[in-house]
């Protein structure tokens, strides 16, 4: 996916600044697709040029309002039904693991433990937000749902891994790592 789609994606729903989309990340893409401010705006820039989005008003400060346009909508349908889904998987999270055998023992299994404490306050966090959602059952509230529930279930996962892993690396890893100096 990448930020020009979830951008055009929004905006489909309705129109909105720079600065309503940036909120609408936090509060519901942050999960899947973060986003700063500076790449936020410099996408809408690109957009607007490209003739996939356009300004629909502006306000206070200069604060513009965009809407997709025809163009954006058929790049939006183009992107969700001809190009095939990126399974790439980047994590500096599971990269970091490969090279905890670089560690003492002790320092490996913290950072695991560590990760799981993450992922189940993740999903907690995640939780609360569907718990106290008033669910309307809307197209666009159900896809949100969908993702949320991805983001609840791969915590979960995700921190129950994190604790197994943790508990291999104390039966099989030595206590210093290899090359170690003994004193």
């Known amino acids: ?3 020009r789609h979830a951008l055009l994606g929004l905006l489909a729903e309705k129109p909105a600044s720079g600065y309503d989309l940036l909120k609408r990340f936090e509060t519901s893409l942050s999960m899947v697709w973060p986003a700063q401010q500076s790449q936020v705006y410099g996408e809408l820039a690109k957009l607007k040029e490209a003739g996939l989005i356009e300004v629909t008003g502006t306000g206070a400060r200069n604060r513009r309002d965009y809407g997709i ?4 909508r058929e790049e939006l349908h183009r992107w969700l039904t001809e190009v ?9 999270a599971l990269l970091r693991v490969f090279f905890l055998w ?3 023992r002790e320092e490996g299994v913290a950072y695991l433990k560590d990760f799981a404490r993450e992922n189940s306050a993740r999903q907690a966090a995640l939780e609360q937000v569907r718990d106290t959602a008033t669910w309307v059952g809307d197209p666009v509230q159900v896809c949100g749902w969908l993702a949320l529930e991805f983001g609840i279930r791969g915590s979960e996962n995700t921190a129950q891994w994190a604790e197994w892993a943790a508990g291999q690396l104390e039966e099989h890893l030595e206590s210093e790592p290899p090359g170690a100096d003994p004193n």
Do not use: V
């Open 1 to 3: 996916m990448s930020l």
């Open 69 to 72: 346009t025809d163009s954006g």
């Open 84 to 92: 095939g889904p990126d399974l790439a998987f980047r994590s500096a």
């Open 102 to 104: 670089t560690l003492r």
